[in-house]
Nanobody, 124 residues
Framework: EVQLQASGGGLVQAGGSLRLSCAAS????????IGWFRQAPGKEREGVSC????????YFVDSVKGRFTISSDNAKNMVYLQMNSLKPEDTAVYYC?????????????????WGKGTLVTVSS
């Protein structure tokens, strides 16, 4: 059974940091990409970051570039999203998801499995 579990959300003041974790297990894709998405209140879900299994290439949406980093620990089947210099507009439920194929993108329909989200609230 494929399982993805995002954790690490919480309440933080603007300018603060949080590290989200995504525990992934049960999938046997030879090549895959893991993406982080978020959905703010009243808004559509959007892609935030992605990491490819092929070479560890990372990608970020413009609004988080320079503030967020993504990394993986393959031995632990974990992916992390380090979020620094948080802004109130980063407030959202954050989800991790996995897709077959190493190519990173944010087309949600091509992601095969999703975890339950974790809430990040940034106060001003």
């Amino acid at each position: 059974e494929v399982q993805l579990q995002a954790s690490g959300g919480g309440l933080v003041q603007a300018g603060g940091s949080l590290r989200l974790s995504c525990a992934a297990s049960g999938f046997t894709f030879d090549d895959y990409a893991i993406g982080w998405f978020r959905q703010a209140p009243g808004k559509e879900r959007e892609g935030v970051s992605c990491i490819s299994s092929s070479d560890g290439s990372t990608y970020f949406v413009d609004s988080v570039k320079g503030r967020f980093t993504i990394s993986s620990d393959n031995a632990k089947n974990m992916v992390y999203l380090q979020m620094n210099s948080l802004k109130p507009e980063d407030t959202a439920v954050y989800y991790c998801a996995v897709k077959r194929g190493y190519r990173c993108h944010y087309y949600e329909l091509e992601y095969d499995y999703w975890g339950k989200g974790t809430l990040v609230t940034v106060s001003s």
